[in-house]
Every structure is written in C-alpha cells, then in structure tokens.
Antibody, heavy 119, light 108 residues
Framework: EVQLVESGGGLVQPGGSLRLSCAAS????????MNWVRQAPGKGLEWVSY????????YYADSVKGRFTISRDNAKNSLYLQMNSLRDEDTAVYYC????????????WGQGTLVTVSS | AIRMTQSPSSFSASTGDRVTITCRAS??????LAWYQQKPGKAPKLLIY???TLQSGVPSRFSGSGSGTDFTLTISCLQSEDFATYYC??????????FGPGTKVDIK
C-alpha cells in the first residue's frame, strides 16, 4: 500500500523558515517523481513544486520561486520542502503527492501537514 | 499558464440524483485531464485520469468525458458518500499542474 506521511508543519512568524518532510513507503520511491501541493484554509488546491525521480528536473510555482527549495533523498525514501522568507499567504495544508509513471497526474497524496504563518 | 475553470462552484443535490460538473481549460489540453474528490479534512483522491479513465477501485457511477477545452464529470446515481468537493486538474503542461477552483456538492 502506498503511504506518504508528512511532518514538520507548525506555527512560524512571517519571514521565518520551516522544513517539511515526507516519508514514503509501499512503492519504489526512487522510480517516481514527487510534488508538493498546498491548500489554504477554505480554499482550493495549488501546485507548489515538482522534483523528478533523480532530482535532475525541478520546477516551482511563481508564488514560491526563490523562497522554497524541494529536494529528495532516495536512500531514505524521503521528500523535503525547505521554506524560507515565509509570508502570511503561505499558510496552508501542505500535501506530499506522487505522480504516476510518465506524463501522468498526481495519483497518491499524503494526509497533509499544516503550516501557519502568523505573528 | 493554463487556467482551469469549473461550474457550478457549488450546488445541492439529493441521493439518487444524476449530477454533472463541468471543467474548462483556457487552451486545448487534449485529454490530459484528471478529476479528484476531496472530503473535509482529508486529502484529495484521484477518480479519473485521461479525461475518461476510471482509477482502480473507483465506483462505476463516476464517469468523465471531453477533450480539448471542455470536460465533464458525471455521477450517475449520487450516494451519501459522494457529498464532497470535486477538482479538475490539467497535466498537459506536465509537470506544471493547475487545478480548477473546485465544485462543492452538498445535501439538498
């Protein structure tokens, strides 16, 4: 069974930093591209970042470019999101999400971790 | 960037109803369209990909159609567990995914 478990969320002041982690199990992590997707309270889904299976290709949404860094450790079956210079509008539940093989949509999601940016 | 719209944004329906949700892309996306269901406090769940292919384990009362810019999700006979918010997602510009704003289906 595919499992994605996020951790690292919490309350942080504007301008602060936070590092999210996602532990993957139930599939060959090193073979799949991964994403972070967020959802502000009461709002819709917003794609944040993508990383290919080998980390050779990385993309960011314009809203986080230059502030967030996605990375992965295939030996540890883990995905990360380093978030710097956090703003109020970054407050959201952050989901770790797997992409299917090839040019596919997201097929599995974690349960999410809440990040609250507030003074 | 490809923009996605959905209609309606919300509506009320009764168990047993046939319901249809529409998704429109700002440019042609062929059949690179997925549908997700999200219940309160839970992660989204993939229902349909490639516009009309049912994900494994999803009940057959769900169906999708369309290509190009206009797509629909149909629930043939609404069940109590189907009251949720539904999102479309384009992956034509993979991996720069964009989602529709969502359609909330609640109980009449």
């Amino acid at each position: 069974e595919v499992q994605l478990v996020e951790s690292g969320g919490g309350l942080v002041q504007p301008g602060g930093s936070l590092r999210l982690s996602c532990a993957a199990s139930g599939f060959t992590f090193s073979s799949y591209s991964m994403n972070w997707v967020r959802q502000a309270p009461g709002k819709g889904l917003e794609w944040v970042s993508y990383i290919s299976s080998s980390s050779s290709t990385i993309y960011y949404a314009d809203s986080v470019k230059g502030r967030f860094t996605i990375s992965r450790d295939n030996a540890k079956n883990s995905l990360y999101l380093q978030m710097n210079s956090l703003r109020d509008e970054d407050t959201a539940v952050y989901y770790c999400a797997r992409v299917g093989v090839g040019a596919s949509p997201i097929d599995y999601w974690g349960q999410g971790t809440l990040v609250t940016v507030s003074s | 960037a490809i923009r996605m719209t959905q209609s309606p944004s919300s509506f009320s329906a009764s168990t047993g109803d046939r319901v249809t949700i529409t998704c429109r892309a700002s440019q042609g996306i062929s059949s690179y369209l997925a549908w997700y269901q999200q219940k309160p406090g839970k992660a989204p769940k993939l229902l349909i990909y490639a516009a009309s292919t049912l994900q494994s384990g999803v009940p057959s009362r769900f169906s999708g159609s369309g290509s190009g810019t206009d797509f629909t999700l149909t629930i043939s006979c609404l069940q109590s567990e189907d009251f949720a918010t539904y999102y479309c997602q384009q992956y034509y510009s993979y991996p720069l995914f964009t989602f529709g704003p969502g359609t909330k289906v609640d109980i009449k």
